[in-house]
T-cell receptor, first 113, second 116 residues
Framework: QKEVEQDPGPLSVPEGAIVSLNCTYSNSAFQYFMWYRQYSRKGPELLMYTYSSGNKEDGRFTAQVDKSSKYISLFIRDSQPSDSATYLCAMSATRGGADGLTFGKGTHLIIQP | DTAVSQTPKYLVTQMGNDKSIKCEQNLGHDTMYWYKQDSKKFLKIMFSYNNKELIINETVPNRFSPKSPDKAHLNLHINSLELGDSAVYFC???????????????FGQGTRLTVV
């Protein structure tokens, strides 16, 4: 079993829909949870960061972490065609990140105009 | 200004060759990384450097060697290239001393390596 599991998709939804992206993990040492967005042939860019359990909202994006279930989610409201990209969850046990990030495989999201 | 820049962007080379990928960051960060993204888009850490010291080295073949001439640069040298080395290699950097929050990793644009 991989440390971080993420459905690769593709996930195709109509413009304006609410999108739900999820990851599960097995390492209980993970405390820092991130969502990165990666456009085709580009490097990943950080979207959201959450420490431990709880919710965090930033504009149309909401990140949720449930450490008891080892489950994290990213919700996108009022989805736009420009949101079409691969979304990668990432986790770390340390704040400094010096041990690097453990990524999921990424979910390819397509927003249909 | 590009925060993390890698060169070259594309690299096509024959099996058995030795090649290098360069990375530079102008963010003043003290930790730099190399990640490998395979054909299935799985992104996995290879190395990280903090203050010119290797911190981790995942199960990467010793044909791969990171070289850091200074805090702003982390180059990746690959010897005796194999077909399985074909992937996209990403350089990243972060500031390890930030208090109270996770150090955000900034990624370069990637180097697409194809071994033929």
């Amino acid at each position: 079993q991989k440390e971080v599991e993420q459905d690769p998709g593709p996930l195709s939804v109509p413009e304006g829909a609410i999108v739900s992206l999820n990851c599960t993990y097995s390492n209980s040492a993970f405390q820092y949870f991130m969502w990165y967005r990666q456009y085709s042939r580009k490097g990943p860019e950080l979207l959201m960061y959450t420490y431990s359990s709880g919710n965090k909202e930033d504009g149309r994006f909401t990140a949720q972490v449930d450490k008891s279930s080892k489950y994290i989610s990213l919700f996108i409201r009022d989805s736009q065609p420009s949101d079409s990209a691969t979304y990668l969850c990432a986790m770390s046990a340390t704040r400094g990140g010096a041990d690097g990030l453990t990524f999921g495989k990424g979910t390819h999201l397509i927003i249909q105009p | 200004d590009t925060a993390v820049s890698q060169t070259p962007k594309y690299l096509v080379t024959q099996m058995g060759n030795d090649k290098s990928i360069k990375c530079e960051q102008n963010l003043g960060h003290d930790t730099m990384y190399w990640y490998k993204q395979d054909s299935k888009k799985f992104l996995k850490i290879m190395f990280s450097y903090n203050n010119k010291e290797l911190i981790i080295n995942e199960t990467v073949p010793n044909r791969f060697s990171p070289k850091s001439p200074d805090k702003a640069h982390l180059n990746l040298h690959i010897n005796s290239l194999e077909l399985g080395d074909s992937a996209v290699y990403f350089c990243a950097s972060s500031q390890d001393r930030r208090q109270g929050r996770m150090a955000e990793a900034f990624f370069g644009q990637g180097t697409r390596l194809t071994v033929v």
